[in-house]
């Protein structure tokens, strides 16, 4: 795949093509993460989160016959300070899982993150492979960890109108 600056737009070598998220993507964005919050595999998030995170997100789409953008793919940086910014909500459209499009999102975050010149991502997953093969790693070289404390459980419930949205 083609090396390319992750802020400006242009075809990836796969026809795959990345730009900066606008909150016009929200409701895709939304649409594309939703199997992933059924699965408990992300954090569900409303519209007006998602459209928040657009300010330091990226989407990947392929264009379609008709011309029209085909979502596959985002990931959002949220920045903390400049000591810390958080990777979030890396979703992938299954039909392109493994064909570089999560690392290429990873890669468009890290490099916003590194323009803003922040010192520490932070990412919590559940594909920590994915993301020790994009240079994230347990523990930062000073032997510092991330702790958490949970305070409420997650819900454990799907909400009815989550429900109906998956059935379309």
């Known amino acids: ?14 026809g795959i093509q990345l730009r900066q ?6 409701e895709a964005i939304h649409a594309l993460m939703r ?4 699965q408990r595999l992300l954090l569900a998030r409303t519209e007006a989160e998602i459209i928040e995170l657009t300010r330091h997100g990226f ?12 979502l596959i793919g985002f990931s959002a940086i949220e920045i903390y300070g400049p000591k810390l910014a958080e990777l979030q909500c890396l979703a992938v ?14 890669d468009a975050c ?7 010149n922040v010192m520490e991502i932070l990412a919590i997953s559940s594909s920590e492979g994915f993301l020790q093969s994009c240079g994230f ?4 070289p000073d032997q510092k ?8 459980p997650r819900p454990t419930e799907i909400s009815e109108a989550e429900r109906d949205e998956s059935e379309k």
Do not use: H, I, N
Request: glycine share 6%; with cysteine; net charge negative.
């Open 21 to 26: 998220a606008q909150p016009v993507d929200a």
């Open 1 to 14: 795949m083609s090396k390319r600056d992750p802020e400006s737009p242009g075809k990836q070598d796969t």
């Open 59 to 70: 989407v990947a789409f392929q264009e379609t016959e008709d011309q029209t953008e085909e």
């Open 93 to 106: 459209d299954t039909a392109f899982q493994g064909s570089g499009v999560g690392r290429q999102l990873v």
């Open 35 to 38: 199997p992933y919050v059924m």
């Open 145 to 152: 960890k991330a702790l958490f404390c949970q305070l409420r």
């Open 110 to 116: 890290v490099e916003r993150a590194r323009k803003l």
């Open 137 to 140: 790693d347990y523990s930062l």
